[in-house]
């Protein structure tokens, strides 16, 4: 045999060559124990598909894995590290971003609703959004999966809402969120249907709907402000003439109307007197909602310790050390056993997200000022972020080897960040907070949202690794349990800020947010392929589990606008009954179809004779 062919490989060795980087990284479980090891060391995708640890390298080569004991074991420890991750999410939301969503929403004069369905929805939707637009893919069934989300947004989200706090609805951005949510959804199904796949013109239509919406939303707000100006001018000029009947009359009806829109057009800043968790120990929960506490007084709070006499550095490394405190001495001493138990657990999630988070809280002393720690943070903050979103999405290795070579990027920001934080030392004091602290707003948003959202996603990655290891369905996954884990941080936020008095703010986001996720999500995904030349058909698009969301996603929001006009608008706790029940249908429905009980709405794919 000559020498050119033993040196030529075949195409069979070619194809094999490539078998690595083509691979799914979960096809490890089908494999014998002791190749696992060698398999997730070579295969390309498990570098990628991971997001803060390699789990199935842990599995397979650190605690090497070689029975379903052990690895039930693991699985065990996972969701420990699951709890944890939790305990983080809820942490960063009761403490930073919960007062940063308030603070912003009070600081441009929107009000709840308003603040729902742009800041928070916004808040809640872009780290995804973004995610995923940097890891396009047209094999992925996408709609199944924001239909999902959607549904246990709208209606585990919002049933629990209603059921923990009914509350008064603003009756036009409740109707308008609603039909436009049902408009946006219809036309992509409609366009799915009639060419199955969505073209470019077709999802630009899809953005000018979402647009559309957001500036009905705010033009509808300033026409409210303007005609609340003009009643409250009336009411002015008939100040001196209140002797007359007729005047009088009059003035009770402007005023009736003036509060009846001031209830919904404007937003109060309520005190936070205590945590979600201590709210549903010590308070009854049908009058909840009814509770408001008292306003803040933003200038005492903020100059409660100021005296223009004191050194400007004064107390300055005990202001630091007090505020990286994890477990406050008076908290410690009035919590209950299982406060004392979250207390423990978030001890180094305390410390960690003290030094990275700017915190700005208008109901703490000082409003959460430290000179020290947040001119570090500014240091800090914008450099992590950098660093972080480089070696993660930008890579081609594991996160932390891709560090090695991309912290440099981080370093660039120190030189608009380190003269920044030299001018804020040098132009502020300790006992105050300056005037400019509302501007640490940008950094504690980003920084919440950037930690929540990682949060989020590797409690999805996880859950992933659990659910291949019990050999549950990747579909299965994508509608049941991939929603629930990334849309987790999204109802910690909205169930916090309802138990606080903004129930209408909450309830707003648990209907912009999905329909921000599904309109902008989907034409932002399908534009981006088809400027790379990829359709994904809309078969790809649902997969075998997205007709059956679409059709339960039409049904609740079709049933919100019922239920909302026959009860004039108040939310029940029945209606949350209701609407947790109905999402438990849609799973009982998601298990009966992967169980092969039940056939779903999906189309069957016709098999035809290649001969004809």
Wanted: net charge neutral.
């Amino acid at each position: 045999m000559s020498k050119d062919n033993n040196d030529t490989p075949n195409a069979m060795e070619e194809e094999f060559k490539q078998f690595t980087s083509k691979i799914n990284c979960h096809i490890v479980v089908d494999l014998p124990y002791e190749q696992r090891c060698d398999f997730v060391i070579k295969a390309m995708d498990c570098p990628a598909t991971t997001n803060i640890l390699p789990y199935w390298k842990l599995m397979s080569c650190h605690y090497n894995c070689r029975n379903r004991f052990e690895e039930y074991v693991v699985m065990t420890v996972f969701v420990i590290f699951i709890m944890e991750l939790i305990v983080c999410i809820y942490h960063v939301v009761e403490v930073y971003y919960t007062p940063a969503l308030k603070l912003c929403s009070h600081l441009l004069h929107l009000n709840e609703h308003l603040a729902g369905v742009t800041i928070l929805s916004f808040g809640n939707a872009a780290p995804e959004m973004l995610a995923n637009l940097l890891t396009t893919a047209t094999g992925t069934p996408v709609l199944a999966y924001y239909y999902s989300k959607a549904l246990f947004t709208t209606l585990f989200t919002g049933g629990l809402i209603n059921y923990l706090c009914p509350f008064r609805m603003n009756m036009h951005g409740t109707l308008r969120d609603t039909f436009f949510f049902l408009i946006g959804v219809m036309y992509l199904e409609f366009t799915l249907s009639n060419d199955q796949m969505i073209s470019m013109n077709e999802g630009i239509v899809l953005l000018s709907i979402y647009f559309a919406y957001l500036m009905v939303n705010v033009v509808d707000y300033v026409l409210t402000r303007r005609y609340m100006k003009s009643i409250w001018n009336q009411l002015e000029e008939l100040v001196g003439d209140r002797t007359t009947p007729n005047a009088q009359s009059k003035s009770q009806v402007l005023r009736k109307k003036y509060a009846e829109l001031a209830s919904d057009a404007e937003m109060e800043v309520f005190s936070r007197n205590s945590s979600p968790l201590e709210h549903h120990s010590s308070i009854d929960l049908t009058i909840r909602s009814q509770r408001k506490n008292r306003r803040i007084t933003v200038s005492a709070r903020a100059n409660m310790y100021y005296n223009i006499s004191n050194n400007w550095n004064r107390h300055i490394f005990r202001d630091f050390f007090e505020s990286l405190a994890p477990i406050k001495i008076a908290d410690w001493q009035a919590a209950k056993l299982y406060k004392r138990a979250y207390y423990i657990a978030r001890v180094p999630i305390a410390v960690l997200t003290a030094l990275f988070i700017p915190l700005v809280d208008y109901d703490l002393h000082k409003h959460g000022w430290s000179k020290l720690l947040n001119c570090i943070q500014l240091i800090i903050n914008p450099a992590i972020t950098v660093i972080l979103i480089k070696s993660m999405y930008f890579g081609t290795k594991i996160w932390y080897l891709n560090i090695v070579q991309d912290y440099i990027y981080g370093v660039y920001t120190f030189a608009l960040t380190v003269p920044l934080a030299i001018v804020v030392f040098m132009k502020s004091r300790t006992d105050a907070p300056p005037l400019f602290h509302f501007a640490f707003t940008t950094l504690n948003l980003t920084g919440s949202a950037f930690t929540i959202y990682y949060c989020e996603s590797e409690i999805d990655h996880l859950l992933q690794v659990i659910a291949m290891v019990m050999h549950v369905p990747t579909a299965f996954v994508g509608v049941t349990i991939t929603p629930v884990a990334i849309a987790m941080g999204a109802m910690v936020v909205n169930t916090a800020l309802a138990f606080q008095g903004y129930e209408r703010m909450a309830f707003a986001a648990c209907v912009g947010g999905p329909f921000i996720t599904v309109i902008l999500g989907t034409a932002s995904i399908c534009m981006a392929n088809a400027v790379k030349d990829k359709h994904p058909r809309a078969q790809t698009l649902y997969g075998e589990y997205g007709m059956n969301a679409f059709i339960f996603l039409i049904i609740s929001l079709s049933m919100t606008l019922m239920w909302t006009s026959i009860l004039n608008y108040r939310s029940r706790r029945s209606v949350g009954i209701y609407s947790l029940s109905l999402y438990m249908l849609f799973l009982l429905f998601a298990v009966l179809i992967k169980d092969n009980i039940i056939h779903s709405y999906a189309k069957d794919v016709i098999l035809q004779d290649s001969f004809e």
